[in-house]
């Protein structure tokens, strides 16, 4: 892609600019810790960067942090892995989320919309009471401060509620969606041993109820460390026998308690997607999204009290707590639960009408499919209200931006974002003062020294490098989870560039600024925003006699789309007919996730590996998306390099 100075989509107007809080934050910044006063973003992101701990200092005070006991410094140790932000001082996450309470007591909070797209609200007394009265329910059951409470719950306000009682009592949060089946679950919360999990009965999607009652069972049976269920009657049954019930819980209107806690405990624990073996448990902190996510939503994101927050998401994916603190800004938040597309493809877009949203967060999954089904949002919606539509869980292509520009409306702020669940965060996406270029994300975000760089380590511009942070960024994870010696963290980041942040994606900055991502430089699946490792897939897909082995690879399209073939070697005597097709696509469907039935089961006459033994996805990803075979993999490193003239002919024949 060309990244000379085309004319932009879309520029912010000067009073736009005027009243943004990244340029008032920045006005006041100049003023007290000598930020520069001129040059826009670009002079506020070198000095964020450039003056690392005094911009932290900086967003502590501007959003009214509230440390119990003050920091002895912001940053004690920049190393990375390792960095150790503000030691010293506690606080508690849960206490800013809750605290818009004081004065807005009898606004929503949050806004419940399920299938029948009728908002339902939960007032900021209404959301603190509950809370206050879970985590006294907790502390009674004898959880303490650094014990793990689990989740398998949908969207609901319920999960929201759980969340902020957990981390009042100091105890660390986790939680899988219940469309993900009962060893991915288990894969994930037996790492943490859970001693509470919130449960619902089942879920609504697509206009039908999933029963999840027998796989509760299970998770109960599997988790010995579990010392209480809690029941949450979603489909209206009675809580099976030993498991508490979620209203008895939650009706007190108790004031809340929250635990001081010190800036790196843990506040939660999210899973990447498992690519080589169990899925990594990152453990982040109380303090570290705290304040990341004050920068990222109040700033980038342009939040305040005013606005309605809408993120489509699950609860097994980390833009569902990246929403969910939106209530540090005293926004208002929209939980949907449901499909993305029920009744038709249009409906996020009706929900953001009817929610009064005025930040629409979708993927770019499903920008595309409206534009594919030939939606027409402005023209049955009243969008008036939305200011910002932004993107994520994948690249949003050229047509893409076009789209929303010509069918929104064409002073629409279009924010493109790429992050991780590995920092809970974005490294880079939007920024409401700045033009919008067509395929672009607007700018790194504030704090962060993100870099494209070449093998060598050396920065490139307006070139094709790995996506690197240069300095640390107070969401990076504190730990995994079983990982004693720290080297599984070391070596999942930290380990082609020492003591640099490698994320594993191609990605372009500009020299105008931007950045442009290009998809994964190694192997996981990314479908719909949620992501889930390979080695998930052939667990369950070998499980099957007829299969010797097999090949998944997630492919981005130039159109947007996401290709998924999974590549199977039969067993001698074995035939790849419908039978084993359903039989195939049945076994992901329900022991791992609905969302990763591959597109295409392919037979192949092997599966290439190292000479380690190891499948080689990355080589055959970039083989599928056409690098010719001399640059897609070291000849040297394969154990039958006649293995892969399979995939570039079927590449060849796809174009």
């Not at 969606?177 to 009962?182: H, I, K, R, S, T």
């Not at 930040?359 to 009243?382: E, I, N």
């Amino acid at each position: 892609m060309s990244t000379v100075n085309p004319q932009p989509l879309w520029r912010p107007d000067p009073e736009r600019i005027a009243q943004a809080r990244v340029t008032k934050f920045q006005a006041w910044a100049s003023a007290r810790y000598g930020a520069p006063a001129d040059g826009g973003y670009p002079a506020l992101h070198r000095w964020s960067v450039d003056e690392l701990d005094t911009f932290w200092e900086a967003v502590t005070e501007w959003f009214d942090v509230r440390f119990s006991t003050p920091c002895a410094r912001v940053l004690g140790d920049r190393s990375m892995p390792g960095a150790q932000w503000f030691p010293g001082a506690t606080l508690n996450y849960a206490e800013h989320a809750l605290r818009a309470a004081a004065t807005r007591a009898d606004e929503p909070a949050l806004l419940h919309v399920d299938e029948t797209h009728e908002p339902r609200p939960v007032t900021w007394a209404e959301l603190r009471g509950q809370v206050g009265s879970l985590a006294a329910e907790l502390r009674a059951l004898g959880v303490r401060p650094g014990d793990r409470v689990s989740g398998y719950l949908p969207n609901i306000p319920q999960a929201v509620v759980a969340l902020l009682a957990t981390a009042a009592v100091g105890a660390v949060w986790t939680s899988c969606a219940p469309d993900f089946g009962a060893r991915s679950v288990l894969d994930r919360f037996q790492q943490v041993e859970p001693v509470v999990l919130f449960t619902v009965d089942g879920y609504r999607y697509g206009g039908k109820e999933h029963d999840r009652r027998e796989t509760v069972a299970e998770l109960r049976r599997e988790l010995p460390t579990l010392r209480a269920v809690v029941h949450i009657p979603l489909l209206g049954t009675d809580a099976p026998e030993g498991a508490l019930n979620w209203s008895d819980l939650t009706e007190a209107d108790t004031e809340p308690v929250f635990e001081q806690v010190p800036f790196d405990h843990p506040l939660w624990v999210l899973y990447s997607s498992g690519t080589t073996g169990l899925p990594k448990a990152i453990v982040q902190s109380q303090g570290g999204i705290l304040v990341e996510h004050l920068k990222q939503l109040g700033l980038h994101c342009d939040l305040g009290p005013e606005d309605r927050f809408f993120w489509y998401t699950s609860t097994g994916w980390m833009m569902w707590n990246f929403l969910v603190s939106g209530l540090l800004t005293g926004t208002t938040v929209v939980l949907y639960d449901g499909s993305p597309g029920y009744p038709d493809t249009g409906a996020q877009w009706r929900i953001a009408a009817r929610t009064g949203a005025t930040l629409f967060g979708t993927s770019a999954a499903y920008v595309m499919a409206c534009r594919k089904a030939g939606v027409h949002p402005a023209r049955d919606a009243d969008l008036s209200r939305v200011r910002c539509v932004a993107t994520t869980g994948s690249p949003l292509p050229p047509d893409g931006f076009r789209w929303l520009h010509d069918e929104v409306r064409d002073d629409l702020w279009i924010a493109s974002v790429s992050g991780g669940t590995d920092v809970c965060s974005c490294f880079a996406g939007g920024v409401p003062t700045l033009p919008v270029h067509i395929g672009e994300l607007q700018a790194p975000a504030l704090g962060t020294d993100l870099q494209s760089w070449d093998p060598h380590g050396d920065p490139v511009i307006d070139e094709v490098g790995e996506l690197v942070v240069t300095n640390p960024m107070p969401s990076m994870p504190i730990r995994f989870w079983n990982d004693p010696d720290g080297s599984r963290y070391h070596d999942s980041y930290f380990d082609m560039y020492p003591g640099v942040w490698r994320h594993g994606d191609w990605i372009t900055v500009t020299s105008r600024g931007s950045v442009i991502i290009h998809g994964r430089s190694d192997s996981t699946l990314n479908r719909q925003g949620v992501r889930m490792g390979s080695a998930d897939i052939y667990e369950a897909v070998e499980r099957l006699p007829e299969i010797k082995e097999s090949l998944v690879i997630g492919v981005e399209q130039p159109d947007g789309g996401y290709w998924m073939p999974l590549f199977v070697h039969l067993a001698p005597g074995a035939t790849l007919d419908d039978d084993l097709l359903t039989r195939i696509k049945r076994t992901i469907r329900d022991q791992l996730s609905p969302r990763h039935v591959p597109d295409e089961v392919i037979e192949v006459p092997a599966v290439p590996h190292t000479l380690t033994g190891k499948r080689i996805e990355v080589p055959v990803k970039r083989l599928l998306q056409g690098t010719p075979l001399d640059k897609a993999v070291n000849a040297g490193s394969i154990d039958d390099v006649s293995l892969l003239h399979f995939y570039e002919d079927l590449a060849r024949k796809r174009r």
